[in-house]
T-cell receptor, first 113, second 111 residues
Framework: NAGVTQTPKFRVLKTGQSMTLLCAQDMNHEYMYWYRQDPGMGLRLIHY???????AKGEVPDGYNVSRLKKQNFLLGLESAAPSQTSVYFCASSYSGVVDEQYFGPGTRLTVT | KQEVTQIPAALSVPEGENLVLNCSFT??????LQWFRQDPGKGLTSLLLIQSSQREQTSGRLNASLDKSSGRSTLYIAASQPGDSATYLCAVPNYGQNFVFGPGTRLSVLP
């Protein structure tokens, strides 16, 4: 099992550009999460999904969109990148949500200039 | 909203010492609590998951305890090694379907 994988590992964007981050898991987990991690702010939840075809807002959803068309994939989109979105983005998954262990991907380091 | 704090923010110890990391949370109605390790530039690795019905969970040199009534968990690391140097985070469920993380404790174990 590969666990949770994220693509790409690094990316540099210019202000106003768009991109999509891909998260994939091969553990048949229902729940998937997107977090951002910033110095002094810790891990903050952007969006999450409780199953295929569902999405929900987390703590800091503005400027991001997500889609869960397939159970194993969770996409995070930035339509018009801003310097404030410079961060490390982590994807995570769990089988049954808050009653189960979370598994994290290796992260994507995004810089917006 | 569930709030999580961790003390200390940073800790530096000589190799071989036993140490305790602390995690506090405001809402004691939790299903479980999870401890993670994060190495610099890496993702989070799950260390221990304690269910609400448990008081302790052990894995090798790690022992985590949970006291729901007081809103506290401790992570005990025995006979620390330089390879234990990392940031340790705890996470608890929020009121809905997601988790809240503490700010972490940055541990340095000196050879």
């Amino acid at each position: 099992n590969a666990g949770v994988t994220q693509t790409p590992k690094f990316r540099v964007l210019k202000t106003g550009q768009s991109m999509t981050l891909l998260c994939a898991q091969d553990m048949n987990h229902e729940y998937m999460y997107w977090y951002r991690q910033d110095p002094g702010m810790g891990l903050r939840l952007i969006h999450y999904s409780v199953g295929e075809g569902t999405t929900a807002k987390g703590e800091v959803p503005d400027g991001y969109n997500v889609s869960r068309l397939k159970k194993q994939n969770f996409l995070l989109g930035l339509e018009s990148a801003a310097p404030s979105q410079t961060s490390v983005y982590f994807c995570a998954s769990s089988y049954s949500g808050v009653v189960d262990e979370q598994y994290f991907g290796p992260g994507t380091r995004l810089t917006v200039t | 909203k569930q709030e999580v704090t961790q003390i200390p923010a940073a800790l530096s110890v000589p190799e071989g010492e036993n140490l305790v990391l602390n995690c506090s949370f405001t809402d004691s109605a939790i299903y479980n609590l999870q401890w993670f390790r994060q190495d610099p530039g890496k993702g989070l690795t799950s260390l221990l998951l304690i269910q609400s019905s448990q008081r302790e969970q052990t894995s090798g040199r790690l022992n985590a305890s949970l006291d729901k009534s007081s809103g506290r968990s401790t992570l005990y690391i025995a006979a620390s090694q330089p390879g234990d140097s990392a940031t340790y985070l705890c996470a608890v469920p929020n009121y809905g379907q997601n988790f809240v993380f503490g700010p972490g404790t940055r541990l340095s174990v000196l050879p």
